[in-house]
Structures are given as C-alpha cells and as structure tokens.
Nanobody
Framework: EVQLVESGGGLVQPGDSLRLSCAAS????????MTWVRQAPGEGPEWVSA????????YYADSVKDRFIISRDNAKNTLYLQMNSLRPEDSAVYYC???????WGQGTQVTVSS
C-alpha cells in the first residue's frame, strides 16, 4: 500500500518558518519525482514545488520562490519543504504527491496569522 504522510504543519505568525515532512512507503521513493501542492479554502489546488529523483533539480512557483526550499532524503524515504518568511497567503493544506502516478498524502494544515 502506497502511503504519503505529511507532518510539520501548524499555526505560525507572519515571518516565521516551518518545515514540512512527507514520509513515503510502499513505493520506490528514490525513483520518483515529487511535488508539493497546496490548497486554500475555497480555492483549487496550487502547485508549489517539485524535485527530481536525485534532488539536484528543483522547481518553485513564483509565489514561493526564494522563500521555500524543497529537498529529499532518499535513504529515509522522506520529502521536505522548508518554508521561510511565511505570509498569510501561504495558509493552506499542504500535500506531498508523486509528480506522476497520482499518489497524494492526506495533507497538513499550515496557518499563518497574527
């Protein structure tokens, strides 16, 4: 059974940082390109970031570029998203997902509010 389990979300103030993790099991994690996607209430999913299998190539939405850093540890089957300088508009449920194949986690809530 494929499982992607996100963690690390929470309530923070503007300007704070959070690090999200996504623990993968039941799939060849090291052979898969991975992504982070977020969805705010009442809005559609928004692609946030992606990383290739080796972690060398990374991609970011303009809205998070220079603030978020995606990374992965293939030995631990874990994907990360370091989020810095958080803004209220970053509030959403964050999902990790395989770039192809349609596997998604259950999401972790990030709320940025003063």
């Amino acid at each position: 059974e494929v499982q992607l389990v996100e963690s690390g979300g929470g309530l923070v103030q503007p300007g704070d940082s959070l690090r999200l993790s996504c623990a993968a099991s039941g799939l060849a994690f090291g052979s898969l390109d991975m992504t982070w996607v977020r969805q705010a209430p009442g809005e559609g999913p928004e692609w946030v970031s992606a990383i290739n299998t080796g972690g060398v190539s990374t991609y970011y939405a303009d809205s998070v570029k220079d603030r978020f850093i995606i990374s992965r540890d293939n030995a631990k089957n874990t994907l990360y998203l370091q989020m810095n300088s958080l803004r209220p508009e970053d509030s959403a449920v964050y999902y990790c997902a395989t770039k192809y194949g349609g596997h998604w986690g259950q999401g972790t809530q990030v709320t940025v509010s003063s």
